[in-house]
């Protein structure tokens, strides 16, 4: 009995131990995966009970032209904080600060009371503002840099360029496209917290600094930019028209050399414009395009080998009745050749030439050059515009299409789709940027030409390079296009609009457009001009070729392409290279201010009376940025001389030929 009993305990014995053994092993294998596997994420969960984290805002890479000028940076400003815990006299600090912060004194003192350890007065300050600031020498007040985005250049290529928020998130144009490449690495600052989770004081080092993301190098040059934005404005105010686009492209590689909308914006303060202002109307509105589709009718038309240049056609002498409607052309036209169908924009002949090809080869073709879809362009809100399906047609939609009304198209896709016919019969994928690289150089991605499809032959392009010079000869509707010394290939456009009240075409409401390339017999560049509904005149050869020519001449000249043909006078070539240098000069120093509009500036000195070369010369000197308006001497100046250059202010100069 006895050694049964004794048995047992032993038996209970080993049992216990086995028991703790267990739990000692259970113990010991908790205690490592806490202490040693886990510890890292036990760590963090620890420093979030005692610490809070203060997000700053992240830099965001730099944005070139294709020349390597800056069109958006980011700088760096201070921004400031206070340490309610180190504040002894709130009320105090609260009189000395709200003045210089922009603050109410209530609102701010009950931000610097209490015993919080960190709070934010306000964020990004101007230099001075800084300088106010930190002569109260205040306790418990700090300042920590953080980055702004800028843009030097004020409105030029602003459309392309975009703008971003406080964020600073991309909100539009490459800012937006590709905000996750520009975006940089947010930094952090760090506030101590005490056991009830309260903010008690701000520790010494931003523990995480912010880093900037890749820089964006794009095709657009900002010199041919800027003639480009400039001709464009004095094309639409001068038609009192609502409103414009105008675009510039190498018809080789489809590279965007220029965008421009009108009106236009100054994204450093993009808040204050209209979202009609923000849009860029050269990939996200439509028109329909007018006589420029008879470029496209006509080629298609040879490339079937259903007419040639000089096949003849009855123009009817400008009416033309054909189902239950009547075509009119502007002028009484007998007996027209192809070729003189383009040159003088005859409707009539042209819905004859679309009968003759038919709706099913005209809708494939036009399709195959790119209308009704996206170009693809690396750009948000890009649109497809409208080529209405063959089973949508009505009798008279061949005859209309022909001559370009009864489609909406977007001024990317016909600046591509003559750029094909400039190269030879392939239709290129339009793009802005040219490479994504960081700081040290490396670049990360680069963008090459790339071809979509051929569209046309090289020969019938060959021909169709000939008819349309002859747009632009004497005779033609686009003789205010001609460019002294060059050879220019292009096409006129009017077209009604549609009323969106009524939503039938407008009597009075039109869009007037020239759009070609030059030199014609090697091209370097395709320019489309379109003028939204202008009040002077409504035909594209009147207000849309005279900027188209300017654009052309002053671009030529600044990439330095020798012209082709004799000159018609000496002094009109001087006269005119010296305009073109004086554009170049303006463009180059209205992109090349680099002080922040922010700082709050200086005094204004008197220009009236200098030359441009001399007004450039001063304000590069003393380092301010400054808008040049018009050529000549200096007339007129905002803000008068001697007052004060405010950050909100526009500052601008304006020159007129001397009498």
Request: hydrophobic content about 40%.
């Amino acid at each position: 009995m006895k050694d049964a009993k004794e048995q047992w305990s032993r038996i209970r014995i080993r049992i216990i131990g086995v028991l703790f053994a267990i739990f000692f092993v259970i113990t010991s294998f908790r205690a490592f995966y806490l202490q040693i596997l886990k510890k890292d994420d036990w760590t963090r969960i620890a420093e979030k009970q005692h610490q809070k984290i203060v997000p700053l805002t992240p830099a965001r890479g730099t944005i070139y032209d294709s020349t390597g000028a800056a069109l958006a940076v980011s700088i760096e400003m201070d921004s400031c904080y206070a340490e309610p815990v180190f504040i002894e006299d709130s009320r105090d600090a609260a009189i000395k600060l709200a003045p210089v912060i922009g603050m109410p004194r209530g609102e701010l003192q009950r931000k610097l009371s209490g015993k919080r350890g960190f709070v934010w007065l306000r964020r990004k300050l101007t230099p001075d503002m800084t300088r106010k600031i930190r002569d109260l020498k205040i306790a418990g007040i700090g300042f920590v840099k953080e980055s702004r985005r800028f843009y030097p250049n004020s409105e030029v290529a602003s459309h392309v360029i975009g703008f971003t928020g406080l964020d600073p998130q991309g909100l539009e144009g490459i800012e937006l496209k590709y905000n996750s490449q520009i975006l940089g690495n947010t930094g952090y600052l760090v506030t101590e917290r005490d056991a009830l989770g309260r903010d008690i004081a701000l520790m010494d080092k931003v523990v995480q600094k912010s880093s900037k993301g890749y820089n964006i190098t794009l095709t657009v040059d900002k010199n041919i930019q800027y003639v480009t934005e400039k001709e464009l404005a004095k094309a639409v105010t001068e038609s009192r028209a609502a409103g414009g686009m105008a675009m510039v492209m190498d018809p080789q590689t489809g590279k965007i050399l220029a965008m421009a909308s009108y009106p236009t914006f100054n994204p450093n303060a993009f808040r204050s414009y209209s979202p009609d202002a923000l849009r860029n109307r050269a990939i996200a509105d439509t028109f329909e395009p007018g006589s420029t589709m008879k470029v496209f009718l006509i080629t298609s038309a040879m490339e079937a080998k259903v007419v040639g240049p000089n096949d003849v056609f009855n123009c009817e002498n400008g009416n033309y009745a054909i189902g239950g409607r009547v075509i009119h052309d502007t002028h009484k036209y007998g007996n027209l050749r192809v070729s003189e169908i383009l040159k003088y924009s005859s409707n009539i002949g042209s819905a004859k030439i679309g009968s003759r090809l038919g709706a099913e080869r005209l809708l494939s073709s036009l399709k195959n050059f790119g209308f009704g879809e996206k170009t693809g362009i690396d750009l948000p809100g890009e649109v497809s515009g409208s080529v209405r399906g063959r089973s949508h047609w009505y009798p008279i939609d061949l005859a209309t299409i022909s001559f370009g009304q009864g489609l909406s198209i977007s001024s990317l896709q016909l600046v591509t789709a003559v750029s094909a016919i400039a190269n030879g019969g392939l239709l290129m994928k339009p793009y802005v940027v040219e490479k994504i690289s960081d700081d040290t150089g490396t670049v990360i991605r680069q963008f090459s030409p790339e071809i979509r499809r051929r569209v046309t032959s090289a020969r019938t392009s060959q021909t169709m390079t000939k008819m349309m010079e002859s747009v632009t000869s004497e005779g033609g509707t686009g003789l205010n296009a001609v460019v002294d010394g060059y050879l220019v290939a292009g096409k006129t456009g009017t077209a009604q609009k549609v009323d969106s009240m009524t939503r039938c075409y407008s009597a009075t409401k039109r869009t007037a457009s020239f759009v070609g390339f030059v030199p014609a017999d090697h091209p370097r560049l395709t320019i489309l001009v379109v003028v939204d509904e202008p009040k002077t005149s409504s035909y594209g050869g009147v207000v849309a070729a005279p900027a188209f020519r300017e654009i052309a001449h002053q671009s030529l000249c600044y990439l330095k392409v020798p012209p082709t043909l004799p000159l018609k006078s000496k002094d009109k070539k001087t006269e005119s290279e010296e305009s073109s240098e004086t554009a170049q000069d303006q463009a180059s120093f209205v992109a090349e201010g680099v002080i922040d509009e922010m700082t709050g500036g200086g005094m204004m000195p008197n220009f009236r009376g200098m030359s441009i070369r001399q007004v450039m010369q001063y304000m590069e000197k003393n380092s301010l940025n400054v808008k040049i308006m018009g050529s000549g001497r200096a007339v007129e100046q905002n803000p008068q001389p001697g007052q004060r250059i405010a950050p909100k202010n526009p500052v601008w100069v304006r020159f007129a030929p001397s009498a």
